[in-house]
């Protein structure tokens, strides 16, 4: 099969040891991404088999129409809304997605990497020292302060750990259903989402993005929280209304902000208000970018791949794609 792989912005997935087993088969692997649709049309014609890395790349009916060879999308990782999955179906292209994901470890790791290196000022101390200064701020401790987590799922529950062993007090938001789950890990659940935008010094986010939690947290959310406050998003960019960040920042509520995601991905020459702004770390979607998280996301969808090349379709999501075949 010729497979063609999008977006592996960090040229990671010739390096894996899941990449030996397309040995048999002819590799084509992309390290930026397209957003034209006719572009990424003839980039993807002519090769059996797509592989998507994460949401990088849209799949949408304008580019599914007009593939003339594409047989299988493998997508990685677990978001697919930006995946057409009826124009697929109708044309006769099988969609293969693996049913689970990993831990969200990475994500979490990353979380609290964030939260230290904004709290203790990391970078700017980093940057004053190879200038030739020495100790030029005071950081900010942990013990006694209070991580709001918004969504106990997986990785707010990673998140809160930590905090607990940093002897910070843990509040959550979620759904009314999640209350019975909060008081049962210990935790507190105020008693309303004001309060809960009100009281933390830290907000780190762990909310699954989809069309009901688009714009989840508006401006006047935001414009609650204390002047003193950080507010983390490792999730999606899209959970928060867009623009209300950057001008909550600018107008001081929260104090400051450590962000892994944007609104549109990837952001190319520094070209993003949130990049201009000196209370904010910005990181370019890290969360899941380590080796053992892309050896499980490429492997499953080479899984994909073999078994469909063998006449064998594994983790196909829209199965009757396969009888049009």
Not at 61 to 86: N, P, Y
Not at 124 to 129: P, T
Not at 187 to 206: K, W
Request: glycine letters at 8%.
């Amino acid at each position: 099969m010729k497979i063609i792989v999008l977006d592996d912005w960090a040229d990671g997935f010739r390096h894996l040891a899941c990449f030996a087993r397309l040995k048999d088969h002819t590799v084509v692997i992309h390290h930026d991404t397209e957003k034209d649709p006719a572009r990424l049309v003839a980039r993807l014609n002519g090769n059996d088999a797509v592989i998507l890395t994460q949401e990088r790349s849209a799949f949408p009916r304008s580019v599914i129409e007009r593939l003339t060879s594409i047989k299988l999308v493998a997508q990685t990782g677990s978001h697919r809304h930006h995946i057409d999955f009826a124009a697929c179906t109708e044309h006769g292209i099988a969609v293969a997605a693996p049913d689970r994901v990993g831990t969200g470890i990475t994500t979490a790791e990353l979380t609290w990497a964030l939260i230290l290196a904004s709290l203790r000022n990391i970078p700017h101390e980093v940057e004053q020292l190879k200038n030739g200064a020495w100790q030029t701020s005071l950081g900010t401790g942990l013990r006694s302060l209070t991580l709001g987590i918004y969504g106990l799922g997986g990785i707010g529950a990673l998140v809160a750990q930590v905090g607990k062993a940093f002897g910070m007090r843990i509040i959550c938001w979620g759904r009314e259903s999640s209350r019975e789950r909060i008081t049962a890990a210990g935790y507190e659940m105020p008693a309303t989402r004001e309060e809960f935008f009100r009281t933390a010094d830290i907000l780190s986010l762990h909310i699954f993005s989809n069309e009901h939690t688009r714009n989840i947290i508006s401006g006047a959310d935001l414009a609650l929280m204390k002047p003193s406050a950080l507010l983390v998003n490792t999730s999606r960019a899209r959970l928060i209304e867009e623009g209300a960040l950057v001008a909550a920042l600018k107008q001081g509520r929260p104090g400051r902000a450590a962000i892994d995601v944007y609104e549109e991905e990837p952001i190319i020459n520094g070209d993003h208000p949130l990049l201009k702004l000196p209370n904010v770390i910005c990181t370019p979607h890290l969360g899941y970018a380590v080796t053992s998280s892309f050896e499980y996301l490429y492997g499953t969808a080479i899984d994909s791949i073999l078994g469909f090349a063998a006449g064998k379709p594994v983790n196909v999501l829209n199965p009757e794609a396969l009888a049009k075949k």
